[in-house]
Structure formats: C-alpha cells, structure tokens
C-alpha cells in the first residue's frame, strides 16, 4: 500500500500545472498553455455558463485563469514576484518551487470547524481560485473580475407555491443534464438529495446503468446499503455495494494526498473512485441538496445570530457547532507550541471576515455553509476525488434552482421537511421507503484493534511537532483493549497533521 500512495504522490507532482515565469524581462511559459477540467452547458442568459468547470489558457503574453459560478472545482494558484504557477494540484504547485509554509490562521480554522473557508489552503502561499472569476496575469500583474452571486432578495412566497417551484426547477435542471449515450451511474444512500436526483432522472426516461453504494468505517452503521438495496429493488435497478479499504490510516493517507490536504472527509470515497477508473461513467451527484433545502441539522441558535447579523455570535455558533469541547479536546492532543500557534483567537479573527461576507441574506447561515463547507470541503469528492470524469452533474447547482433555493427565508425551511414535502409531492413512490433506519453504532473490534495499532506505530515512527504522543498513545492502547474506535475518534486529524507537518518540512507525506 506505501509503494501504491508513493506512486500516487508522484502523480500529483506531476499533474497539469501552467507557471509563467519573467526572464531578462520576458515571460517564459512551462507546462500546458491551454488546460479545461469538468463540464459547461452554456446558459446566455446568465454571466457565468452553467456547469462545474475550471479552465486556464496562455495567450499573447496573458494567462487567463476561469472557475464555474460556485468554484466547485479545484483549482490553485501562487505568485511570487512577477512568477505565476497554477495547477489542480496543491503538490505539483510546491514541486514549482513554491515554499510549504502554512498558514497559521487557516489551519486554525480547519482544525475547529473540520473544512477551510473563503481561498484558503494549508499553505500561505497557495490559494483556491475564487467563485465565478476570471484572473488575469500580464506582466507580472494579478487582476481579478468576479461575477459571483449576490445575496438574493428575500422570496415573497408561501410554502405550498415554494414546493411546487422547486419541484419544477429541478426536474428541469436535471432536464438540462441528460447523457447523450453514456453509461450512467449513480451513487446512491438512504438520503433525499440522490433519492430526488434518481426520480427525476426515471421521469426523464433514464435508468441508471449501475447505482451504487458503499460500506462505511465502523462505529458508523451501513444504513446507506440497506436502504440503497431497498431503493435499488423496488425499481429493478442494479446496485453495486463497494467494500471499504482494509487499512483506515493507509486510506486517510491516500485520500489526504488527493484531496490536497484540504479535506477530513470522503475515506469512504476511495473505492468509488477506484471503481469509476476503471469503469468511467456519466455521474450524478447530490451537492448542495442538503445545504440548500436545509435538510442537514442546522440549530435554531446558529439560524438566529445569522439572521441577526450577529457577527461574534455566529462565530461562537460554528465553533461550538461540530463537536461540544472541541477547544478542550484540541489543548488535549495539540503539542503547546501547536496551541499557541494555532490558536481559538487565530480562528476567530479569521473566521471574521467570512462571516461579515455572508451577512445579510435571507438565510445567511446556509449562505455561511454553501460558500464555503459545500464549495471548500464537499465538494471534493465528485469533483477532486472523481475529478478524471469529465461529466459528474450537480442539479442543485442548476442556477435556476440555487438562486431559488437561497432566496428563500429560513424560517421557510428550518423543519428540515421541505425536500421531503417536494418528494412526496412529485413522486409519491419516492418516501414509500424511509430515509433512515434506527441503528445503533457498529463496531467492530478487530477493525479497531488495527486502526489502533496503526495509530500508535505512526505517531512513535513518524512524529509530528503538533501532536502529543503522550495523550495518543494511552488512547490508542485504550482502543485495542476495548476493540471500540471511539477512544481514538481524533485518528483521521491526527494523520493530517502529521502529513501537513511533514510536507512543511520538506519530506515524504507518505
């Protein structure tokens, strides 16, 4: 498995880059000139095409760097002087030498609330291209044009009327994301977001070559494959039920590499990637469903400071939001240095700014979240993790649909019912099974005892400077003896720090 990560790394160093560089006071251009990643559908009507793209072209001395209307594609750039290197791929912008020095205040970020926010990535050099702009580089001069969406007036509209219109927006949406022959596949969970993609694709007279579905990481329950077998039966679809990979920490390695070091989450994704390389298929995903329709957990409290413009409190919500003590959690695990320098003051003079930037919409908690937990961590499985295929389409990305969505008060929205209302009412086949089952947690005592045992050896061979071996160890012996994963549930940040570390220093991420 360290031989198949190693290759990957490689991989990435080597993956499409552009760097315009200025000698005797002329640009010289390595890399690929012309470069175009993802899919467009050209909407006249609106400023930015529709679709998930990201594009950069070299010509008569300018280099043009393009995102779609949400940034959803990965894509990075780094300057230094009058030198420009744009790629993909976070590792193949260092490999140009650019220096790996982190950014302080966007890890401290990324280490409270588990995703970056705004352009950020680890490295202060490196930044995500922005949302639905055009940079421009010509001689030796940055400029940014961005046509990014505006928060939307306030919808005056009822809940009934609101249904019905989204019903309509995303069955045309999906209307405008047809295959023209290709094999199509569909990932699929117990959840409302591939549920309604799946309907509407069967109204539209498509059937999905292959759903699929895959097992999770134990303590987490495989609800998703149950009700996926009861979805995929009762419509005489075909369902694929992919295993998880054996080793968990080898797993977060690899996926840390492909996901830049910019994501927590998608372990569970790797198989599906596996899968699709092999067999490239037509892909449809659910991103933003749950954002938008607010069918994930969002508190009453996080939608109220938001609506109240209430800067300091909504900061407070986010960082209490994803676990209760995470701050005494962090001071447990990090080394003092790593306290101070990454640092709960750090996180919230960061936070700050992107909060304000949200401010002011009509449900600007969602707002909060789609810019930037959607775009910024999400976002990379269908688009970094299966960024090969060209064609992964996203329905709720539809802009005819988003613009909808967001323009809608929250308090429209906040029973977390309004997407279900939609199913119910379009296709009352659809909640015929249920959107979850009640499990409890599943553990497995020798998958435990394995990530334990991997955890420990990893933190005495490969140390890192911000981790402390003397809180994990204990923990990671815990965790064997007891056969249960919860003991070392902090595993998955332990890797990236090591990993992060790592490449800060110049060596092997691996």
Sequence with gaps: MNREISARAADEASAPFVQVSTQDGRPVVAGLQTAFF?????????????????????????????SDRYGMRPLFYATRGRDIVCSPSITAI?????????????????????????????FAAIRAVPPASRLTWSEGVLRFESQRPANPRPAT????EAVSEFVDRFAAAVGRRLPSGEAVTLPITGGKDSRHILFALLRH????????TVRHYPPRCNDDEN??????????????????ETRRLAAER??????????????????????????????YDGIAGDTLTQSWPMPRAMADVFERQDVDGAI??????????????????????ARRRFSYALATERLKTEVVRHMGGPNAGNAFVFWNRTRREVAWAPYGLLGFLPKVFAPFLDPDVFDFLMSLPVALVLDRQFQVE?????????????????????????????????????????????VRRRYVLPRAAAAWLKGRVAPVWFMPLIVWLQQVSAVSDGRDPI
């Design 38 to 66: 993802g899919h467009r559908i050209p909407r006249p009507d609106l400023p930015t095409d529709d679709g998930v793209f990201a594009a950069w072209r070299w010509h008569d001395g300018t280099l043009e760097i393009e």
């Design 94 to 122: 260092l490999s140009r030498g650019v220096q790996p020095v982190l950014d302080d205040a966007a890890i401290a970020v990324f280490l409270r609330l588990n995703f970056f926010i705004g352009d950020d990535t680890p």
């Design 157 to 160: 509209i009822g809940r009934r």
């Design 205 to 212: 007279g498509v059937r999905p070559s292959t759903c699929l």
């Design 227 to 244: 009700l996926a077998r009861l979805i995929t039966r009762e419509l005489q679809l075909p369902l694929l039920v992919i295993d998880r």
């Design 254 to 283: 690899r996926k840390n590499i492909l996901t830049e070091f910019c994501s927590d989450e998608h372990v569970q994704f790797l198989p599906v990637r596996d899968h699709l390389l092999r067999q490239p298929a037509v892909v």
């Design 316 to 337: 407070q919500q986010l960082l209490q939001y994803e676990v209760h003590g995470l701050e005494q959690a962090l001071d447990n695990l990090l080394t003092a240095p």
């Design 422 to 466: 939609a199913l119910s009412r379009a296709y009352p086949a659809s909640v015929t099974v249920p959107f979850e089952l009640q499990h409890d947690d599943a553990e497995d005592a020798r998958y435990a005892r394995s990530v334990a045992t991997d955890l420990a050896r990893m933190v005495v061979l490969k140390p890192s400077p911000f």
